[in-house]
């Protein structure tokens, strides 16, 4: 399961965002639109993630309808007539992935994802470590260590064994120790190798 900080719970006041000149990026107008859009969401019923791509949007949202349950398309928006992007061109794309809700634009090149936000996938057992970590780094992903990898898009993930937390944060110092130097000499995390290195065998 996936389970995102902050990203589900009781809906939050509507604050209302002026227009500003300060709002970066080369197209404002436009993005202040998508901006509101998003606030509208976030408002009504709880936090949507907005993942901001060149022009992969559709493409994107459709990748990760694929890999996980209980997922689905939204409501895609195209481009207007006289618009910085050609008319009828996909502009957002609503989707939903293992019940998170998520918002893709396409904004243009300036900005690229980085590991300073991840998603996190709390595994219960091997195959859905194996299973996750095969499907987000095949066709150009990258796997990382202790369990980092970024897909194809460039969108960090951690893929982790629930447990692991309990491990590393275990008050007997040496177990937690030995499950962290464990964690740190991996890519893909081994939960067998966890638990072992964990209980001292």
């Not at 709880?46 to 349950?69: M, P, Q, R």
């Not at 057992?125 to 499907?135: A, G, L, V």
């Not at 464990?182 to 939960?191: E, Q, T, V, Y």
Request: proline share 6%; hydrophobic share 40%; net charge negative.
């Amino acid at each position: 399961m996936i389970r995102m900080v902050g990203a589900a719970g009781d809906a939050a006041p509507r604050i209302n965002h002026p227009p500003s000149d300060e709002f970066p990026g080369r197209d404002r107008s436009i993005q202040m639109t998508a901006f509101h859009t998003l606030e509208v969401l976030m408002a009504t019923d709880g936090f949507t993630t907005c993942l901001w791509f060149d022009n992969e949007a559709e493409e994107a949202a459709h990748y990760y309808v694929s890999i996980f349950k209980n997922s689905s398309i939204g409501r895609i928006a195209r481009y207007p007539e006289e618009a910085p992007r050609p008319a009828g061109t996909v502009m957002t794309v609503e989707f939903t992935a293992n019940g998170q809700k998520f918002f893709a634009l396409n904004g243009g090149p300036e900005f690229k994802f980085n590991e300073a936000i991840s998603f996190v996938i709390y595994c219960e057992n091997q195959e859905e470590i194996d299973y996750y970590w095969t499907k987000l780094t095949e066709n150009g992903g990258e796997p990382g260590p202790c369990g980092w990898l970024k897909d194809k898009y460039g969108v960090s993930w951690q893929v982790t064994p629930e447990r692991l937390d309990d491990m590393v944060s275990d008050p007997d110092p040496a177990k937690a120790q030995r499950a962290m130097t464990a964690m740190l000499s991996m890519g893909k995390l081994d939960i067998a190798a966890l638990e072992k290195a964990y209980a001292g065998e």
